[in-house]
Nanobody, 123 residues
Framework: VQLQASGGGSVQAGGSLRLSCAAS????????MGWFRQAPGKEREFVAG????????TYKDSVKGRFTISRDNAKNMVYLQMNSLKSEDTAVYYC?????????????????WGQGTQVTVSS
């Protein structure tokens, strides 16, 4: 599975961005998917995850109520809608495909990664 993330950019605090992740293979529909991010000088961290059919989602506490993960299996796409962005959301965002169909937050349970897209939020 190859993953291509896009949609990053620079926004003012309080603004919104929608990240997209395109998967290269239809078998992506069997995988849980996730978004991670890595800020400068920090380790990569889990942001949001979604099960294979979109029935279950989970979020990092600091983005709950602001971010929404979704997927369209017919289009092999995963999305991350980010609202009310804060300066601390600034990072490179990565999409990833999980080893199983479930929604998981542990990085070790993801085995395919996209190239990352930069999100910069200015205050």
């Amino acid at each position: 599975v190859q993953l291509q993330a896009s949609g990053g950019g620079s926004v003012q605090a309080g603004g919104s961005l929608r990240l997209s992740c395109a998967a290269s293979r239809r078998t992506f529909t069997n995988n849980g998917m996730g978004w991670f991010r890595q800020a400068p000088g920090k380790e990569r961290e889990f942001v949001a995850g979604i099960s294979w059919n979109g029935g279950s989602t989970t979020y990092k506490d600091s983005v709950k109520g602001r971010f929404t993960i979704s997927r369209d299996n017919a289009k092999n796409m995963v999305y991350l809608q980010m609202n009310s962005l804060k300066s601390e959301d600034t990072a490179v965002y990565y999409c990833a495909a999980g080893r199983t169909a479930a929604v998981v937050s542990q990085e070790a349970l993801y085995n395919y990664w996209g190239q990352g897209t930069q999100v910069t939020v200015s205050s």
